[in-house]
């Protein structure tokens, strides 16, 4: 189902997520949680490899940044 790459890039995607939480001071779960489900869905629905599953990681930083925007 998984190739070694696409676990690498779901678990380094992860790592990235986790960090720019802890720096920003935000939930480190739910940013985890939110990196982790979507490179899953991807995946599983659309048979997304490597590169679908790091665009939809950048999109997931995009929404983000734009709710934080938004936001303050």
Same mark, same amino acid.
């Given at each position: 189902? *998984?190739?070694? +790459?696409?676990?690498i &890039? /779901?678990i380094?995607?992860? /790592? +990235?997520f986790?960090? $720019? &939480?802890?720096l920003? $001071? %935000?939930?480190t779960? @739910?940013?985890v949680v939110l %990196?982790?489900?979507? %490179?899953?869905l991807l995946? &599983? @629905?659309?048979? &997304?490899?490597?590169? #679908?599953?790091? =665009?939809g990681?950048a999109g =997931? *930083?995009? #929404?983000?940044t734009? *709710?934080r925007?938004i936001?303050e």
């Open positions: 189902m *998984f190739d070694s +790459f696409t676990i &890039a /779901i380094a995607s992860a /790592i +990235f986790y960090r $720019g &939480a802890k920003d $001071g %935000s939930s779960v @739910l940013w %990196s982790v489900v979507i %490179s899953l995946r &599983a @629905l659309l048979h &997304a490899g490597i590169i #679908g599953i790091l =665009l990681q =997931l *930083f995009l #929404g983000i734009i *709710f925007v936001r």
